[in-house]
């Protein structure tokens, strides 16, 4: 292992440390009150306690505006400047986000006599600091991890959520087998299933569609670039998870919010449309699958531009041996890419479906809302991409050269 590996192991680690440390500091008001309380609601009175979701919900909203709003879109393509623009509005958002959740938050705990016997004197806006101050240290620390760490700083700390669950899911789940509440044979299709489910995400997120790209002699300088062949690799799934899981149900909530809104939240449309549109409801997961094969599509078409690659292409005397540059190249990748998108969006489908279909079915377990297929993918990717960092650091001298 070399010395910079080494390092950088060594820091990921120690941030990650860090992250624990954090989910057991108590925000402020809490005192050792949420001491008393068992270990895995620690972290939910801590100042930690809303985790990295705000900062993930603002990137995403920005991410929607900019595929709907040209100026934004634009904006993120221009560059270095661009980009901290980006990262400034992501940053003024996310305070809007955890403040509006944090202030939520502190003053539903003010109503439980068991944590706060004297609610006069619960300091809600001194807590609300406290938990928005600690969604800021967390983007700090990822954004550390990401520059001198090994792997995403984001993902990492998402992951290290849901890995820090496990035993205590798996000891709960043995506990409920001992006292008869679940089946063994559940148990160990459960532990067979997600050992299945994660071998199939690891081949899925590996799996590319390479096509074969010709790059014509040309002069750089001085000197002479032969004619050579290069590979053009399309993933499976270019639109990753976060994305069309969490947007699809702002499809159909938000329009309903709007009508609880006008019609009132008791009016009986409103009522039933919210009482089909539950978790694990028919309804909700019809309407949520079609929204996320949907979405799958649409974020590929930004991510992976048929027309963009065309002209870079173009641009580097590239060609696609059988296919003319320009208008030709755009959409033969765009056929390319429509039905590699295909089984990508039938994949994410599966996945956000997981949790709801073991409890249409009565087999759910205590995890299956907390460790779902989301949660597994994330995982897996992130280890995937440690990987391929290690594997770069390890191969890289310390002057930036391959070896």
């Known amino acids: 292992m070399s010395r910079e590996l080494a390092r950088r192991i060594a820091f990921t680690i120690g941030a990650l440390l860090l992250f624990r440390l954090g989910t057991q500091i108590p925000f402020v008001g809490m005192g050792a009150t949420s001491l008393s309380f068992p270990a895995e609601h620690g ?24 595929l709907v709003w ?143 790209v010709q790059f014509a002699a040309r002069n750089v300088g001085t000197r002479q670039l032969p004619t050579r062949d290069a590979m053009l690799p399309i993933k499976l799934n270019s639109a990753g998870y976060l994305i069309p899981v969490t947007v699809a149900p702002w499809i159909f909530f938000l329009p309903l919010a709007f009508a609880g809104f006008i019609l009132g939240g008791d009016h009986p449309l409103v009522a039933a449309a919210y009482r089909h549109l539950q978790l694990g409801q028919p309804a909700h997961m019809i309407l949520v699958s079609i929204a996320v094969f949907m979405l799958a599509f649409i974020y590929t078409a930004y991510v992976v531009d048929p027309e963009h690659t065309a002209k870079s292409l173009a641009r580097h005397n590239g060609t696609i041996p059988g296919i003319a540059p320009g208008e030709a190249t755009a959409g033969y990748l765009d056929r390319v890419v429509s039905l590699t998108t295909v089984v990508g969006a039938v994949y994410l489908t599966a996945l956000q479906l997981i949790p709801e279909v073991f409890d249409l079915y009565g087999i759910g377990l205590p995890y299956s809302m907390v460790v779902d297929g989301g949660a ?20 890289t001298n310390p002057g930036g050269v391959r070896r």
């Open 43 to 66: 972290g939910r009175f801590s100042i930690f306690a809303l985790g990295i979701l705000p900062y993930l919900s603002a990137a995403i909203v920005i991410r929607v505006l900019s």
């Open 70 to 212: 040209q100026g934004l879109n634009l904006l993120e393509k221009s560059g270095e400047r661009g980009r901290r623009s980006i990262a400034r509005y992501t940053l003024i958002l996310t305070l809007l986000f955890s403040t509006f959740q944090a202030y939520g938050y502190a003053s539903a705990i003010q109503t439980i006599p068991a944590l706060v016997p004297d609610p006069d004197d619960w300091p809600v806006l001194a807590a609300t600091a406290s938990i928005v101050g600690g969604v800021f240290v967390l983007i700090w620390l990822s954004e550390q991890i990401t520059r001198y760490g090994i792997g995403n700083g984001l993902a990492l700390i998402l992951s290290a959520g849901f890995l820090v669950a496990i035993p205590q899911n798996i000891a709960g789940i043995m506990d409920a087998v001992r006292q008869g509440a679940i089946s063994g044979n559940v148990a160990l299709g459960h532990a067979v299933f997600w050992v299945v489910a994660v071998v199939m995400i690891v081949l899925v997120e590996g799996a590319r569609r390479n096509i074969q």
């Open 376 to 395: 597994a993918l994330v995982v897996v990717c992130t280890a995937l991409d440690i990987k391929t960092q290690v594997r770069d650091v390890s191969l």
